[in-house]
């Protein structure tokens, strides 16, 4: 009986030996398992959507066809044109890693320009600063935009346009807030637009050395202040600008509230 109870002691112990290391083992998987879990949890207003053809193909399943993709760029500049893209991308052909323009580095717009061009088709359209200027900058945008559509190779019958506003685009319109980030089409259109208007602003660079056009394209930047107070508006500055017009001696009330701030895309 001493020898029974002495083992029944040996195996208590044991058991409860095991008990402890299954318990630390069991702590540990759980902890394993908790920060496995954790790392699979989405990460919330870091998540970044990227745009995708789910608009179009849900109008094509509708029949309609084609469809365009419209955007612009340079809004906000001091200098140069508003330039306005619109494509129709090819839905067997499109090109991979479409996002907004101003998500994407240099290289990158430069890369899927070349690739948006040779596989969609594309137009492009301008309003240079006499329209601005005559029209004010939200309405020469929206010209710009309409012709783009209209010079089109094909006429589309439904256009995406990023932002608030519609556009006398001759056929189905719809107005997509943050289109660039959302909608395949637009998103290219936001691309070409980009890459054509900072190509156009190099050059400018060039003709006007001394405004530094190469590297801010016209935007509001200490570096552009500088030059405009140094050298003087050139014929390419939207005069109706509030720090072109005091360049100008021609501060009116009528001038667009641009001062100080580098304005968006």
């Not at 990460?43 to 990227?50: A, K, Q, V, Y």
């Not at 936001?190 to 900072?198: E, Q």
Request: glycine share 10%.
């Amino acid at each position: 009986m001493l020898i029974m109870a002495g083992m029944n002691r040996q195996n208590r112990q044991a058991s409860s030996g095991r008990t402890q290391i299954n318990g630390k083992q069991t702590a540990k998987l759980g902890d394993a398992a908790r920060k496995e879990a954790a790392a699979r949890l989405p990460l919330g207003d870091e998540e970044i959507t990227r745009p995708t053809f789910r608009r179009e193909r849900a109008a094509l399943k509708r029949g309609v066809w084609p469809i365009a993709g419209c955007d612009e760029a340079g809004r906000g500049p001091l200098a140069g044109p508003v330039v306005a893209a619109a494509v129709i991308l090819d839905p067997d052909n499109i090109p991979r890693g479409l996002d907004d323009s101003k998500r994407l580095t240099p290289e990158r717009r430069a890369v899927l320009y070349e690739r948006i061009c040779a596989r969609a088709q594309v137009a492009v359209a301008m309003a240079p600063p006499a329209r601005i200027d005559r029209d004010n900058i939200l309405r020469a945008s929206l010209w710009a935009l309409a012709r783009a559509v209209a010079a089109l190779p094909v006429k589309p019958a439904l256009v995406f346009v990023d932002g608030r506003d519609r556009i006398d685009s001759g056929c189905d319109c719809q107005a997509v807030i943050g289109g660039d980030g959302l909608v395949a089409s637009i998103a290219a259109a936001s691309i070409v637009a980009k890459v054509t208007r900072d190509r156009l602003m190099a050059c400018l660079g060039a003709a006007h050395p001394g405004y530094g056009f190469e590297r801010h394209m016209g935007y509001s930047v200490p570096e552009h202040f500088e030059a405009l107070d140094r050298l003087g508006p050139t014929i390419h500055h939207r005069r109706s600008f509030s720090p072109v017009a005091v360049a100008l001696g021609e501060l009116g009330a009528d001038a667009d509230n641009a001062i100080g701030d580098v304005l968006p895309l």
